[in-house]
């Protein structure tokens, strides 16, 4: 809210949870607060039975600083193949999406090709839902099979196996 001090914020809080367990805040960019609380269990017990939290007759929406959500990249995506046939398969697995499923830009330098996009594609998902997708997933589309390749992690796994450091070319899976 603009025009409202940390101080009104931080008694809002206050309210919910002893002082003593505010260890440190700060307005941050785009009238958001950020609020550390003395322990996780704090902050849980905060986020499931305290939001929204009322600040000057205002419901103001509180949410964890570490997000829960898990964000996926998904690889191997050309043009063709369309964002529909992705959120088909995510309803087959019941996977629920958080967030629109996105196209990447490539990482071209020149501002002439700032509109070149790559063939990657990312989507936030529920942790929970993570177990539900494969390393790689192959998809039918107008007549041929493509296989996808789902990340969640900066960590290299093998698109056979899932072994981390593991490569496909080197994998003693067989195909």
Same mark, same amino acid.
């Given at each position: 809210m603009r025009d409202t001090s940390l101080d &009104? =914020? +931080?008694r809002a809080v206050s309210g919910i949870v002893k002082p003593k367990h505010v260890i440190s805040a700060s307005i941050i960019s785009n009238m958001r607060l950020s609020i550390f609380q003395s322990s996780k269990? +704090?902050?849980e017990v905060f986020l499931s039975n305290h939001s929204p939290v009322l600040v000057n007759n205002v419901s103001v929406i509180v949410r964890s600083y570490i997000s829960r959500d898990k964000k996926v990249t998904i690889s191997n995506i050309p043009p063709f193949i369309l +964002?529909? =046939?992705i959120e088909e398969f995510f309803d087959s697995i019941k996977?629920?999406?958080l967030s629109a499923i996105t196209t990447m830009k490539a990482s071209i330098k020149d501002d002439a090709y700032s509109h070149v996009t790559c063939h990657r594609r990312q989507v936030f998902i529920k942790e929970d839902d993570i177990k539900k997708l494969r390393n790689v997933v192959r998809i039918e589309c107008d007549g041929s099979i493509n296989s996808i390749f789902f990340s969640?992690?900066?960590v290299m796994k093998c698109f056979k196996c899932?072994? &981390?450091g593991d490569i496909a070319i080197d994998c003693s899976e067989p195909t």
């Open positions: &009104v =914020y +931080i269990q +704090i902050v +964002i529909t =046939y996977v629920h999406k969640t992690d900066n899932g072994s &981390v």
